[in-house]
């Protein structure tokens, strides 16, 4: 595999200059501010934290993809984001399911073959095109969000705004091509702007489900 190999995936980009996708570029500072933004906000939460960092190296390899635009930087591109949605999974299992470390990581570990096959059939529907992987997480998110409606209804409806705010971004990344011939620009960047804002959303879920936690019995349960 050539891995310094051109691609050339979105609307803005025109050729295989550094610069070609400058609003693709710039905007990847979405996910810095994000993860600058919910770290003050996660002291003391060390899962928090680690979700923090994940999210600053979303950022980071984003840039890194929309710049060089090789397959090297397409896996720094994605790889960071499989690390933040598996680091959220197991953060999932063990504190709003209170499951124990290993049942946990073994949960998360089944999101690889569901998010394989599940994104074939997304793949299916044609119209999705490349956002068809992304497209299972949405899912799940909303799966969570239903059944911990009852057990933990707070938590619930902050994933489900997550898995909205999930399903916008991706209508935004899914039309980028489409819509090309008429806006020039792209809609990629759109994409940026709201996953930035949705990963950062879910991690305030997620400390928010602590500090409820904290507040019903005066100690964290934050891990």
């Known amino acids: 595999m050539d891995w310094m190999a051109q691609v050339n995936a979105y609307c803005e980009r025109t050729d295989a200059g550094y610069w070609s996708e ?12 994000a993860a ?42 994605v790889l960071p984001i499989l690390g933040f949605i598996l680091l959220y999974l197991y953060a999932a299992h063990r ?28 793949g299916q529907l044609g119209f999705l095109g490349s956002s068809a992987g992304y497209a299972p997480v949405a899912l799940l998110i909303l799966i969570h969000a239903g059944l911990l409606a009852r057990r933990a209804p707070e938590t619930a409806r902050g994933l489900a705004i997550g898995g909205g705010l999930l399903v916008l971004s991706l209508t935004f990344r899914t039309l980028d091509e489409p819509l090309c011939a008429v806006l ?3 809609t990629h960047f759109l994409w940026h702007i709201l996953n930035a804002a949705m990963l950062g959303w ?6 928010r489900y602590h500090a409820a936690c904290a507040g019903a019995d005066g100690v964290s349960r934050a891990g």
């Open 22 to 33: 400058p609003v693709n570029a710039v905007t990847n500072a979405a996910f810095l501010i």
């Open 36 to 77: 600058a933004v919910m770290w003050r906000r996660t002291r003391g939460l060390v899962l928090g934290r680690a979700l923090c960092v994940v999210l600053a190296v979303i950022g980071l390899g984003s840039f890194l993809f929309h710049t060089h635009a090789t397959l090297w930087a397409a896996m720094a591109d």
């Open 95 to 122: 504190d709003f399911w209170g499951l124990g470390r290993w049942p946990a990581l073994g949960l998360t570990a089944l999101f690889l073959p569901y998010a394989a096959g599940a994104g074939w059939l997304f």
């Open 184 to 186: 020039p620009l792209g």
């Open 202 to 207: 879910m991690i305030e879920v997620h400390r």
